[in-house]
């Protein structure tokens, strides 16, 4: 499912409540440097080294001035959360921390009840213009799926980085933060996804003690994949899974 728009929703999300969301991606295909095989925008179909149209902040305030003129002052009051998501990275827009300043200055004034909200997959979270935008965000999701590069390569297929990089960055700047991990296995062998094993459950828990996040996020898969293969854990499932981290002392919430 791609997002056809710069400013999308009001939704309803399972993990922000109803999220406005933008999109710093192309309307018609993702942008990510990683192609996770559970995107609910779908596997990658170009190259991250193509040119990619981009919106400008100039369509970003045009956009957000159109939704404030179209909507109800009562319906901007139960927004819970302005989210960074959509077809992709959104840290991979080279003007992401103007696009931030301005957004967060845009809530003040419109949306004051609302958190700022990032989805990232934290592989530039080590940038320093990215932690200059991240300072406006309240609320940092950072995504860590597995605790091994070998699900790292099956399960988020990264362009570039690699497991040991992205875990020191996350060890480094993830101190706080939210993790959102999802919790999946494959019905293919050939595949060889899981990250539900305990061998691979206890190496994840290993890298979230060294991050020390404020909470954890741990959800299944609930929309379709571009990995048909792919299993949906049961909310019984999942919360044995957060019963164990818990146990370590994280707040852990099953979505
Ligand atoms: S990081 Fe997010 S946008 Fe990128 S491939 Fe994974 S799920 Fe999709």
Redesign the pocket.
């Known amino acids: 499912m791609l997002f056809q728009n710069v400013v999308f929703g009001p939704i309803h999300s399972r993990r922000l409540g109803t999220s406005l969301g933008i999109n710093l991606l192309p309307s018609d295909y ?1 942008v ?1 440097n ?3 095989c ?4 779908g596997f990658n179909t170009k190259d991250l080294s193509e040119k990619h149209t981009l919106p400008s902040i100039h369509d970003i305030v045009l956009s957000l001035e159109d939704f404030v003129k179209k909507t109800d002052k009562s319906e901007m009051k139960k927004i819970n959360s302005i989210t960074f998501s959509g077809n ?2 959104p840290t991979l827009h080279p003007d992401f921390a103007n696009i931030c300043k301005f957004i967060a200055s845009f809530r003040t004034e419109y949306i004051p009840q609302a958190q700022l909200s990032l989805l990232t ?1 934290a592989t530039h979270i080590g940038k320093l213009e990215v932690r200059n935008a991240i300072r406006y965000i309240d609320n940092l999701l950072l ?1 860590l799926d597995c605790g091994t590069a070998e699900q790292y390569k099956r399960i ?1 297929r990264a362009a570039t980085l690699s497991f040991d990089k992205l875990v020191e960055n996350l060890i480094r700047f993830g101190q706080g933060s939210t993790i959102q991990t999802l919790l999946t296995r494959s019905s293919n062998e050939e595949d060889g996804i899981d990250n539900t094993t305990d061998e691979e459950f206890a190496a994840y828990m290993k890298i979230i003690k060294a991050i020390k996040p404020k909470r954890i996020m741990l959800y299944g898969i609930d929309r379709a994949t571009p990995n048909t293969s792919l299993i949906k854990l049961s909310t019984e499932e999942l919360e044995n899974y957060a019963d164990r981290l818990k146990f370590l002392g994280f707040e852990t919430e099953v979505y």
């Open positions: 993702k990510c990683f192609d996770c559970y995107c609910e925008c992709g990275e997959n995504k988020n």
